[in-house]
């Protein structure tokens, strides 16, 4: 009864007066179709984001048995629609360790961990894990990749500064704010124009105004990871304890 009253007026709320009085059995009809969607979307986000999780623990398990004791969770799913997901082509995990204990706190060395995915990565059955290449970083290696990116985003060259400032400051959409303001501005491109450095042996870095683009040398995938991941992972790095 209490579910019932509680749908009628979020329908009182929904629909136009107009239309509840004219049509009133197939507006309720419609709303309810609205709502069933809207709960299933959410649903298979959430599935997916479960599946995600497990599947780099898996992964994690696998590969680097070093890790005894540690936490695991994505950043990208949450308050994410099922389009956007699909659309991704990297899926970011956070992975702290911490000191066995009741009630432990995270507070051991961080990891993140980039899932590189390719075209059909998502399809009616769910995730297909084999086509996502996993990419397991430390704080040296993310620093290592940030110097280059603010390199080939800014023209600035030396090296050790721009590590310093980075250190420090924070990644902000238009550069990287240190303590002096905008210590490290970013060229300003049209969404059509990219940068290009030859990172490592496996991988390029593409700077546009939008993103820190990856090109990976083994499958000629380009990647993107938005700013606003950059400056999730930088903050999950070096933010003060």
């Known amino acids: 009864m209490r579910k019932s009253l509680i749908f009628l007026l979020l329908l009182a709320l929904i629909l136009p007066?107009?239309?509840?009085?004219?049509?009133?059995?197939?507006?309720?009809?419609?709303?309810?179709?609205?709502?069933?969607?809207?709960?299933?979307?959410?649903?298979?986000?959430?599935?997916?984001?479960?599946?995600?999780?497990?599947?780099?623990?898996?992964?994690?398990?696998s590969n680097h048995p070093?890790?005894?004791?540690?936490?695991?969770?994505?950043?990208?799913?949450?308050?994410?629609?099922?389009?956007d997901i699909s659309?991704?082509?990297?899926?970011?995990f956070k992975i702290q360790e911490f000191i066995p204990e009741d009630k432990p706190e995270l507070n051991g060395d961080k990891r993140i961990l980039l899932g590189f995915t390719s075209y059909g990565w998502i399809n009616e059955y769910g995730?297909?894990?084999?086509?996502?290449?996993?990419?397991?970083?430390?704080?040296?290696?993310?620093?290592?990749?940030m110097v280059a990116y603010s390199k080939v985003s800014?023209?600035?060259?030396?090296?050790s500064e721009i590590r310093e400032v980075?250190?420090?400051g924070k990644i902000v959409n238009r550069g990287v704010k240190?303590?002096?303001?905008?210590?490290?501005?970013?060229?300003?491109?049209?969404?059509?124009?990219?940068?290009?450095?030859?990172?490592?042996?496996?991988?390029?870095?593409?700077?546009?105004?939008?993103?820190?683009g990856i090109f990976l040398k083994s499958t000629n995938d380009l990647v993107q990871i938005s700013r606003g991941g950059i400056i999730e992972?930088?903050?999950f790095f070096f933010e003060e304890s």
């Open 17 to 61: 007066k107009n239309i509840q009085s004219q049509n009133e059995g197939e507006a309720i009809a419609a709303v309810a179709g609205g709502l069933l969607a809207i709960g299933a979307g959410v649903a298979a986000v959430e599935q997916m984001k479960e599946q995600a999780e497990l599947t780099a623990t898996q992964w994690l398990l």
């Open 66 to 83: 070093e890790f005894e004791s540690f936490s695991l969770k994505t950043i990208d799913f949450d308050g994410k629609k099922l389009k």
């Open 87 to 92: 659309s991704a082509s990297v899926i970011t």
């Open 127 to 145: 995730i297909n894990f084999e086509k996502v290449d996993w990419h397991l970083i430390d704080s040296k290696e993310w620093m290592n990749m």
């Open 154 to 159: 800014s023209g600035q060259k030396n090296d």
């Open 166 to 168: 980075l250190k420090e």
């Open 178 to 212: 240190g303590k002096r303001g905008m210590e490290i501005p970013f060229f300003k491109l049209e969404g059509d124009m990219y940068l290009v450095t030859d990172y490592s042996p496996k991988m390029k870095l593409v700077y546009n105004e939008r993103s820190l």
């Open 233 to 235: 992972i930088h903050e």
